[in-house]
C-alpha cells in the first residue's frame, strides 16, 4: 500500500514505471513505488469521494468493490435483550401473546403463543405461525442490525419451525433446498427426494415449479 500523504508525493516526480498500471512516463513516487497521474487522480478520487468508485462501478457495468470505508461488519444478537409482551385477539376470539425482543428499541425477534400451542389438533397451524414469525425475525435482523440474508439461514428457519413430516414448513424446506448446493446443505437436514426437479403436485390446485 502507498504511504505518505497526496502532497508528498505530488512533490515527487520522475520518469518510471507506474507500480498499479505499469505505464511508462512521468511518476509521482514515495518510497513504496510510483503512480502515473491517472492512477494518482483515482487515489485522490479514492480519498475525496470514496462512494464514487462505487458508482463508477455500476455505470461501467463491472462488478463493484468496497471501499475500507463502506466495509461492512454484522452485529452479534446478545446474550441478553429486552423485551415487551402484547396479548392481541384474533379474529376466532382466542388470545394470544405476542413477544418482541427489541435492541436499541428497534425489534429484532418476534414470537408469538397461545393457550392452544400444544393441542395436537393444531400443530399444523403453530408450525406455519412458527415459520412466519421466524422469517420475520430473521428480516428484523436483517433491516435493524445488518445481517445477512442468506438461503442457507431460510432453510434453517424453516426447519426449526417444522413440527411434523411434510407439514408447510418442511414442504417449502424441501422445494428450496433444491436451490442449494448440496456440500452446503446441513447433514441433518431433511432429504429432499421426495421433490423432484420438474413440476411437483402438491395438490389438486396448486403446482410448484
Not at 432453510?155 to 456440500?183: C, E, I
Not at 452446503?184 to 402438491?202: F, I, L, Q, R
Amino acid at each position: 500500500m502507498m504511504t505518505g500523504t497526496i502532497e508528498e508525493m505530488k512533490a515527487k516526480k520522475v520518469s518510471g514505471v507506474c507500480t498499479v498500471c505499469a505505464k511508462e512516463g512521468k511518476q509521482i513516487t514515495n518510497e513504496n513505488g510510483g503512480l502515473c497521474p491517472t492512477c494518482m487522480s483515482i487515489v485522490e478520487l479514492m480519498k475525496d469521494k470514496p462512494e464514487a468508485l462505487q458508482q463508477l462501478s455500476r455505470v461501467a457495468g463491472i462488478s463493484p468493490f468496497s471501499c475500507p470505508q463502506s466495509v461492512h461488519v454484522e452485529k452479534e444478537l446478545p446474550d441478553v435483550l429486552d423485551g415487551v409482551r402484547y396479548r392481541t385477539t384474533d379474529r376466532e376470539r382466542n388470545t394470544w401473546y405476542v413477544s418482541i425482543s427489541e435492541l436499541d428499541g428497534n425489534p429484532v425477534e418476534i414470537f408469538a403463543s397461545t393457550a392452544f400451542d400444544r393441542d395436537q389438533h393444531l400443530q399444523s397451524r403453530i408450525s406455519n405461525l412458527t415459520t412466519i414469525t421466524r422469517l420475520i425475525s430473521l428480516t428484523l435482523r436483517h433491516i435493524f442490525m445488518g445481517e445477512r440474508l442468506t438461503l442457507d439461514k431460510v432453510l434453517t428457519q424453516l426447519k426449526r419451525s417444522s413440527r411434523q413430516p411434510n407439514d408447510l414448513p418442511d414442504m417449502l424446506g424441501k422445494v428450496l433446498a433444491n436451490y442449494t448446493p448440496k456440500t452446503s446443505v446441513p447433514n441433518d437436514s431433511v432429504p429432499n427426494d421426495s421433490v423432484s426437479e420438474d413440476h411437483k403436485v402438491v395438490d389438486n390446485d396448486s403446482i410448484i415449479p
